[in-house]
């Protein structure tokens, strides 16, 4: 299958920049197959992405950021992003003890929905080594001492581990750690996070503990990049489900199960599918 | 329709309540229709709603209170509410200036569908007149002054009209003043909120702005019993609906309108049935 | 306000339509608004709503239909709807006994939720006229005979009220007789019912009753476009409620209400938006 | 942790039956740690699930079935199944050739969610074999001739191996070939199976397909107990998902696996918990 290119953009709203933009691949006998767009008229800025297919394009794929650099890119102020769709997003999983995102996880990239290499699993426990061997993914356990007086080392070798993959962005699978904001600038709006609440309710620790105190009628799950500010991050997904008086901590944490799940894998998909684009501290997420 | 008696209680959790009960009931020649009970095993309170019709009951309607008085109560320590079908709730509204809650109560009522009596409406402004009249529903207007200086006087106004209307509990459609703690320890657990959140997330004022600026996927309602802590009260039920980064606070506000009407009308439905019991700040909705 | 020109099309996909629309707009001093478009690449059909400014237009409003038809409309094969914001569509509601859905599509107007005007409510009985009066709308009946044989008689007068009151689509709202072929041929896509399933499952008859005895898990409604034959038109709006094996089908039928309301003002909402692309026998429903 | 009773029963209704029951248990010091029934008025019959502690219970737990049958079930004319929390149903899965729905429930059963025992996997496919090898489960094949002339062989030596393993469920997990009535016949009401629709919309194949063509909103997926007639059992848990026109057949496949899995799994959960009744075509779900 040729590769297509993706390219993701925002630039202050102005007229003309669909226009010429589409002229622009069109001319160069691009064959778009995808175009969404969306105007902030609150900011006035104007989002898109577009994909077109590569095969009979006039510009070669390596001069194809060059050439919207050039041409468009200051003209307009615009930032923008180019991916080529056989250019596979290389994603690290952490884990601490749950095995239920894990698997999820796993379960997709073996069934082949998507078009991703998983390199790693890295953990602060032993517990999960187990999926990683059925699935035959190298497992790498950094534990971290209870003062937390060797995490600085711990995250410099997770670091080293990174580079060396090549890993692209990062999916906390119910990583019971604190990332550091060090870690957190090497991968800007590239770590997936899953909190197992309604953001923003219940913002930390135990959050069916804080939902079954409070009495709520629906729980939720929220994936969101993680920024340094702790489940502060721009909101990926949310799902909710709905629950009753007779529900316990512990089934608000079995029936929570299903929702991280599910949550977690959609950003992930959309992640992997380059369809979200961050501004300010939001996500606009292409369908 | 002959009556039905609808019994709510809740007592330390212990064997043979049910079958004490029951037995009771049909013994003396009532028909169960409905009962349902729960078990909260963390705090060990056993809660129960039972429904019997009194056509062929041997004790006499208006000594059935005494008897489970005498009987059961304090033998169990229970505390129980016992109502018949008969007997119309009576409900007393109070708006401010949106109309979709009221339009939503309203249609419901003139309709058929709540065996409720709604002999007022109250407001602090004068703009939903209108809809009082085309239903006919007497309409009152206490204005209340910007820096509060006359609230008392209102609220005491507003009491005096609750009680020569024999008003059982009120709904709060959308009205956009707090209820002093007079008012609420007069209607404790019979004040029905609507907020136009997920609570607890986005307490207080503006929460579809706060929800726009924290860029979430889902919005949703809660309908309450007011408490003396603002929008802390016990959670009667909730709603969600999904939105995208392309709403605007004024999408939100619109789409919300919708939630609000059908969490409030939930609400209010289950307290007209004599479905809801409420232990520390939560509810038991029975079904 | 001034007003905005909204336009709807589909064409056979091809390269270049946005560009050349979107610089035909703009070159013209069209400040454009709103656009949205989609590829079916099963069928090969390019799909657009684009909105602009005409404040700053530069071709007159009579003019703008011809520009489109001559410069675009034969070159693409395009199918196209142009509607201008300050044209309110006109709206006729038939109903026939029960009055959720028309309460709450009244409410909606009075509180100018939408920008239609509603000059009629057409019925086969009496029993809403009570409705029609609160909110000042005239209010016709042609009662049908049970062996239907004054019905062309009676959608002959009907037609003629329709003409007179200039109306530019009907909603059926709970309206318990069925359309001819004469009058859907009139209104082509122009009359919105709700049906009370989720269509396809339990065409026809008591649906709720259809749905109870199969023990589904879920109920639903569905609004669509009317078509010669029942049930099968294009699909606009559905949703969904849980149930249980609690269900009767009274409780059914009253669950239902909630959702036929919401459904059929959904739709509504759409149509008046002008963001209700057919094609086939499907709907393209924009953001 | 010692065993529960748990009692599942449908009579017809009467007078007396949950505080005779209730008596029983309590009088004989079995502590009752969960109870629910309903009534179903429509046919008249009286349904009961009932859980208690043995440890204390003055009755041999191999005596209690005899009990029941003689003090109760005659007299009420009582159809009761007894189960003992410590007798691990034994399950076994049949798959063909998508992992999404059996990478899910080995997930579960692998991280403890369930108390369970999988003994093995049967499909008409090699496919699969690695998913049942990296959860180190037997798995079994028989592929059947395209003109179904072995199928009588393979379910004997199917029906075979599951009455060696003691298997005393069958889950369908998106298993490709239709069960015979003699082997239905060996598990009336305990196949279950996911079908990829909201049933009774697209019964037969390619429901999605189905589903595309007719323009739905929102698709489904329902879990059954397998009956003679396909897709007509009674349906235990149902879901859906919001679609939209961009949906193509492709995507609608991929949006259904994960409707699948949690429709699937949640009636595997409450079949293992003991949890449903059926009674004719229907289920009671106790929650």
């Given at each position: 299958m040729p590769s297509n290119a993706i390219l993701l953009l925002h630039c202050?709203?102005?007229?003309?920049i669909i226009s010429e933009l589409t002229k622009f691949i069109t001319d160069n006998h691009g064959n778009i197959v995808y175009l969404d767009q969306y105007v902030d008229h609150e900011e006035g800025i104007f989002f898109m992405r577009i994909e077109w297919e590569?095969?009979?394009?006039?510009?070669p794929r390596d001069k194809v950021r060059d050439y919207l650099q050039t041409l468009y890119a200051q003209r307009y102020s615009m930032t923008f992003n180019l991916y080529f769709s056989d250019e596979r997003p290389r994603m690290a999983i952490f884990v601490s003890r749950m095995s239920h995102c894990l698997y999820d996880l796993l379960a997709r990239y073996k069934a082949g929905e998507w078009a991703v290499d998983i390199p790693c699993i890295i953990s602060?426990?032993?517990?999960?080594r187990f999926v990683a061997e059925q699935f035959d993914i190298p497992f790498y356990v950094w534990s971290i001492d209870k003062d937390h007086s060797n995490k600085a080392e711990v995250e410099a070798a997770e670091m080293e581990l990174l580079r060396r993959e090549r890993i692209t962005f990062i999916v906390l699978?119910?990583?019971m750690q604190i990332i550091s904001d060090d870690m957190i600038a090497q991968y800007p709006h590239h770590i997936i996070n899953i909190h197992?609440?309604?953001?923003?309710?219940?913002?930390?620790?135990k959050p069916y503990h804080q939902a079954w105190r409070r009495g709520v009628k629906i729980i939720g799950a929220t994936s969101h990049y993680v920024t340094?500010?702790?489940?502060?991050?721009?909101?990926?997904e949310q799902d909710v489900a709905r629950i009753s008086h007779k529900d316990t901590p512990d089934s608000l944490v079995r029936k929570g199960r299903d929702l991280e799940k599910i949550v977690l894998s959609r950003a992930v998909t959309k992640h992997i599918e380059r369809k979200i684009l961050t501004y300010k501290n939001k996500t606009i997420i292409f369908s």
């Open positions: 202050p709203d102005q007229p003309g590569l095969e009979q394009f006039l510009i602060n426990h032993e517990d999960l699978a119910r990583y197992h609440s309604f953001l923003p309710a219940f913002v930390g620790a340094a500010e702790l489940d502060a991050g721009p909101i990926i």
